[in-house]
């Protein structure tokens, strides 16, 4: 079909030549499986608070993150990197983690998102930081996606902060073992 | 042999290929032209000062035409070697003999085969890579025209089959020695790369083929096809109908049995999403 087509034109082959290959393929395929478990803790957590007061903040980030997992989802076929193996496992322990922490309250779930941005923000300021080191011409699109996103990302932290999220249930703790598990999540996808 | 000792690596490349001109140059009529082989013949165990920039280098003359550019990295002469061994793979099988004969084509001594190992592994690896570059090139070319409006896009399972078929049809000229070739490919200390070559190639396939599944579907597919190619690769060796046409009609059942488990595959996943949604939607009523 048409559409078919022309979604093939757009994604181009980018040119690989030239590009530190590993390090671009580490890249991509650690921040679409951070992007991918963003967005199913953010199923999780829609699929319990969803209707209550913070529904549509979480809505809202939510579609966000949906753009992200898309973009990463584009270059990582443009760029030709494969996905990570463990994507089932982050899918079911994503919408757990979501779902568990929307449990504990809206606080719980805002403490989860205020965790969760943190850790990604950190990640993609890292990241910016070895692109630059390497070749910041040479990588200028990537360098400036990332960079909206970690904007993006920080909004988020923002906005958890606002929601009450230092109130929540045991917040230290809960925070703590988020990016724990994050760390954990970057660390098997490697 | 003492010298040679105090030579870092690329200078001992460097060396070798000098030693097996110097063999070689009683073969050959005309004489070297070029000063800076000349410094090599005359002063072997001078340690010279670096004269030429090392690393690899794009021209190689080869018939002592020009003078800047006539020393290549050890690799592109194994390279050529190898290719020019292939020619006598048919009669020789994937072995030294093949190799040494190469090399002799090519004006250098028979001692050129001692860079290898002796069962052949490089030089089948070194074949096995041409073959990937050619068909990368062939659906590159393919695609460009299809872009261009020229060719009509295939549809998955035919432009599946036709690589697939492109594929193993650069076998046909080495077919008797290849099961040779393949049990040498599955020796341990060959695997890691003969399973790279193979990885890369079902992987080119599919990203001509238009697949862009990031998630666990990229595996699903990639072990499908490897699945498919191997299978038919083993039933080819057992063909003798007249050009392989038992082995096309294997080849497209099964590609046609793949893509039916992929519908299938997608009718379990639809209920599997429709009983998710049913789980969801209790737990949201038990939290409400």
Request: cysteine-free; glycine content about 20%; hydrophobic content about 30%.
């Given at each position: 079909p048409a559409g078919g087509v022309s979604l093939r034109l757009c994604i181009m082959p980018v040119a690989?030549?030239?590009?530190?290959k590993p390090v671009i393929d580490r890249i991509i395929q650690v921040d679409h499986v951070g992007e991918y478990g963003a967005n199913r803790i953010y199923v999780g957590q829609v699929a319990v608070l969803?209707?209550?007061?913070?529904g549509p903040v979480i809505q809202q980030i939510w579609n966000q993150e949906k753009d992200h997992l898309k973009k990463f989802s584009e270059l990582m076929v443009a760029y030709r990197v494969r996905p990570t193996l463990l994507l089932p496992f982050w899918n079911i322990a994503g919408f757990v983690l979501g779902a568990g922490s929307a449990l504990l309250g809206k606080k719980g779930a805002m403490a989860c998102t205020v965790a969760v941005e943190e850790s990604i923000s950190d990640h993609y300021n890292s990241q910016i930081q070895t692109l630059m080191e390497e070749d910041p011409e040479k990588y200028k699109e990537l360098l400036q996606i990332i960079k909206q996103f970690w904007d993006d990302e920080r909004q988020h932290h923002d906005i958890g902060l606002e929601h009450?999220?230092?109130?929540?249930?045991a917040y230290r703790v809960l925070k703590t073992a988020i990016q724990l598990g994050y760390k954990a999540a970057i660390f098997l996808s490697e | 042999s003492a010298v040679r000792c105090q030579l870092s690596p690329p200078q001992r490349a460097l060396q070798a290929s000098a030693v097996l001109r110097r063999v070689s140059d009683e073969q050959k009529k005309e004489p070297l032209t070029s000063s800076s082989e000349h410094q090599f013949d005359s002063h072997p165990t001078d340690h010279q000062p670096e004269q030429e920039p090392q690393g690899p280098h794009?021209?190689?003359?080869?018939?002592?035409?020009?003078?800047?550019?006539d020393y290549e990295s050890e690799e592109q002469l194994q390279h050529r070697i190898l290719t020019a061994a292939l020619e006598f793979v048919p009669e020789h099988g994937w072995t030294a003999e093949a190799i040494a004969e190469g090399a002799k084509t090519l004006?250098?001594?028979?001692?050129?085969?001692?860079?290898?190992?002796?069962?052949?592994s490089e030089l089948i690896l070194h074949f096995v890579s041409q073959c990937n570059t050619k068909l990368s090139e062939l659906l590159e070319q393919e695609q460009k025209l299809v872009q261009l409006g020229e060719a009509e896009k295939k549809p998955t399972d035919q432009f599946l089959r036709d690589a697939v078929e492109a594929r193993l049809r650069m076998l046909i000229p080495y077919i008797e020695k290849w099961p040779q070739a393949l049990s040498i490919l599955l020796l341990p200390h060959n695997i890691p790369s003969s399973l790279n070559l193979l990885t890369s190639m079902i992987d080119d396939i599919w990203h001509y083929a238009g697949d862009q599944s990031t998630d666990f579907n990229w595996y699903t597919r990639r072990a499908v096809l490897t699945g498919i190619y191997n299978t038919t690769e083993l039933v080819m060796m057992q063909d003798s109908s007249p050009d392989f046409e038992d082995t096309w009609r294997f080849l497209e059942n099964r590609v046609a049995d793949a893509m039916s488990m992929g519908n299938t595959a997608n009718q379990v996943q639809s209920t599997g999403e429709a009983v998710v949604q049913g789980l969801m939607g209790a737990a949201v009523t038990v939290s409400n």
């Open positions: 690989l030549e030239g590009m530190n969803g209707r209550s007061s913070v009450d999220a230092e109130a929540a249930p | 794009s021209s190689y003359t080869g018939q002592g035409g020009q003078q800047s550019e004006g250098l001594s028979v001692a050129a085969a001692g860079m290898f190992h002796s069962d052949g």
